[in-house]
Every structure is written in structure tokens, then in C-alpha cells.
């Protein structure tokens, strides 16, 4: 559990407690409660400063952990980073003009590159160049393009959980909002 967790659950015990007899905490219960929260601090600062001193038993312990989750860490490196920045900036929003790709509009959303190939076409048919299906997990603007180097080529978005097609505008597929989906 974390420290400030607890220090949290402790205040409102005392609280609580303090509300069920039909009073206010008395100074003297506020002033435990105090010391007991920074007892818990300390323990926890002393616990956090062992774990990163070489050598230590708690040093081992973390290490080990580090060493069996680092797999599952690297093998989604792309998927952890992207909700690492969407989180800090959710959560401190003011940070994002200190970081270079702020001014980049067209690239602030992540994008994926395919490479693939495909038969020759006999004019005036259409044909798939690909297909993919993404996932939505938070709603979010997304201005979809598809570069290849066939001349006529459109981008279609279907919704899969509507059967619906996101709207286009000049045969481009228009900014969207898209909600979270459950099927791509």
C-alpha cells in the first residue's frame, strides 16, 4: 500500500472515530495521528533508500522484480511509452511545451508504417491495398491518412461496433472523435 494511502486511511480513522462519540479530533489526537504519518513516511523513505543501495536485501528483492517483469515491459516499449506521455500529460498538462514535438501538430499523434506489396491491377478496378483494425482505448481526435503510391486511392474507417463509416471530407476521411470501442 502506499505511504500517502495510508497516512490517508489513518486521518480518516481518526475521524471517524472522532464523528461516531459526537466530536471534533482533539488537538492531542491530531498531533498523533501527525506523528504516526510521519513514522510511516519514514519508514517508507528508509524502505525506498535500501532498495537502491546495492547490496541491500531490499536491493535484491527489487532487482529480482525488475528482472521478471522487464520482459513484459520491452515487449509492448511502444504501447507503455505512448500511455506513459498521455498520462504525465493528463496529469501536467503545463509540461507538454517543454518537450520538441510540441510545436509538431501533424505528428502529434503516433503512426504506423506498413510496407507491403501487392499484384498488378487491372485499371478501373478497385482492390484492398490493406486492412488493419485499431483499437480506441481513451476518446480521442484522430485525423487518419494513408500515403502509397497508387495516384486514385481513398481511406476508408469503418466503426466496427456501429457497422458505421466514419465520415470524409474531398474523398479524405475527416477529423474524428473516436470513442473507446470494444471491436476495433
Known sequence: MHIDAVCLMLTSLLDANAQDQGREATLDEQIAAVKIQKAWRGYY?????????????????????????????????????????????KKEPEIMPQYPFYQDEWNKISYADYKGSYQDQPSMNWFIVFRDIFHVKEEMLVVPRMYVPINTCMLRVIDNDTGEEIPRVFQKVAPYVYKRNKVG
Open 45 to 89: 523513505v528508509q524502505k525506498i533508500k535500501r532498495a537502491r543501495t546495492p547490496g541491500t536485501e531490499e536491493n535484491t528483492k527489487a532487482q529480482e522484480s525488475l528482472n521478471r517483469c522487464w520482459p513484459l515491459i520491452e515487449s509492448a516499449t511502444e504501447d507503455n511509452g505512448l500511455a506513459l506521455l498521455r498520462e504525465m500529460f
